[in-house]
């Protein structure tokens, strides 16, 4: 599976930015998508994730109520809606999946995940 990220760019605070990730293969629609970040300061931080139809989603507390995921099958594509902007969420975006149904558990975990994208940076200015 080959991940396409993009969105990258310059955000004032307070302003939205969507990042899209395209994935290759046609059984996209059983595939569990998730973004994590990385910041100088963390390596790795999960961000949000959804699950194939029915689909449920997850947010880590940082971006509950600010970023919104999610997709669409006929696309072949995930998203990452991202409002009100902070400059703490300026950060290389990642997004992967998983080509199984992951259990709510485990849908923070990036070692759930099995294929990764290039990442895309996000630049969020103060």
């Known amino acids: 599976v080959q991940l396409q990220a993009s969105g990258e760019g310059l955000v004032q605070t307070g302003g939205s930015r969507e990042l899209s990730c395209a994935a290759s293969g046609r059984t996209f629609s059983t595939y569990s998508v998730g973004w994590f970040r990385r910041t100088p300061a963390k390596e790795r931080e999960f961000v949000a994730s959804?699950?194939?139809?029915?689909?449920?989603?997850h947010y880590s507390d940082p971006v509950k109520g600010q970023f919104t995921i999610s997709r669409d099958n006929a696309k072949t594509t995930a998203y990452l809606q991202m409002n009100e902007l902070k400059p703490e969420d300026t950060a290389i975006y990642y997004c992967?999946?998983?080509?199984?149904?992951?259990?709510?558990?485990?849908?923070?975990?990036?070692?759930?995940?099995?294929?990764w994208g290039q990442g895309t940076l996000v630049t969020v200015s103060s």
């Open positions: 992967a999946v998983s080509r199984s149904r992951l259990a709510p558990a485990f849908m923070a975990s990036a070692n759930s995940y099995e294929f």
């Open positions: 959804i699950t194939p139809n029915p689909s449920r989603t």
